[in-house]
């Protein structure tokens, strides 16, 4: 469960661990879900399965599973609006490393106000390509990024500079299966490719408070003209965005 020490380690420096958050029934249900998912879109790097909530209403079950939920609401309060989710699959001896960067330069966010969990559906170690993050980097605004080098071995297309990257001060983020990270928008973070042999798949969820307000226009347009958010715990009392239906709990 999330504790006081957790809330306010990632206040402090923008990430925190809790690495026992769901029930053994719990996880093995989820990975159940989220293994079923990747095998039916084989066609597609399991590094890249993007939104995937927005096809599948077990995935959405899964985002909305009161347990996360009663996590999340310890960092950001009762009225829980699901922005985005991300299955990152790093098959054995074959997964992509993800560049050092900012989630938060992806985003057209009113404010920035803005949490990421991080699912450990397998165990993820250092061997297998685990997160990492460089504690106390939440509060440095948004950085330059730069197209990555070699593409096609990357998860993303853009990266930091070397110059904002101090990777003597970087944390490995350990976690057994079932164990979770949460992490701000602007933290530095990234990790290595896995050349292990076992796999290592993490579910990304994004929730945000509902008087943060999605921005449909502008420089982002494309990307989030018609994103749906889900209301999954709570109410909309600030009336900002429009959400589509989804069981709360």
Known sequence: MVTEANVRQYREEGYTLVPELLAPREI??????????????????PEHLDKPHFVSDE?????????????VEKFIGPNIALFSSHIIAKAKGDGLAVPWHQDGIFWDLE?????????????????????????NTQNVGPLPHYEVEHPE???LHLTLGGEHVDEAK????????????FHAPYLIHGSAPNFSQSRRCGYTMRFMPTS???????????????????????ED?????????????
């Open 28 to 45: 093995e249900w989820a990975r159940s879900v989220v293994d079923l998912f990747i095998d039916e879109h084989r066609d597609q790097r």
């Open 59 to 71: 995935l959405l079950q899964v985002c909305s599973m009161p347990t996360l939920l009663d996590a």
């Open 111 to 135: 404010p920035m106000n803005v949490i990421t969990l991080w699912l450990a559906i397998d165990d993820s170690t250092v061997e297998n390509g685990c997160m990492r993050v460089i504690p």
């Open 153 to 155: 071995t990357k998860v």
């Open 170 to 181: 970087a944390v490995d983020c350990v976690l057994p299966a079932g164990g979770c990270s």
């Open 212 to 234: 943060t307000k999605l921005r449909r226009d502008g420089p982002y347009e494309q990307w989030f003209r018609d994103h749906k958010l889900y209301l999954v715990r709570g």
């Open 237 to 249: 009392r600030d009336g900002v965005n429009d959400y589509v239906n989804a069981p709360r709990h």
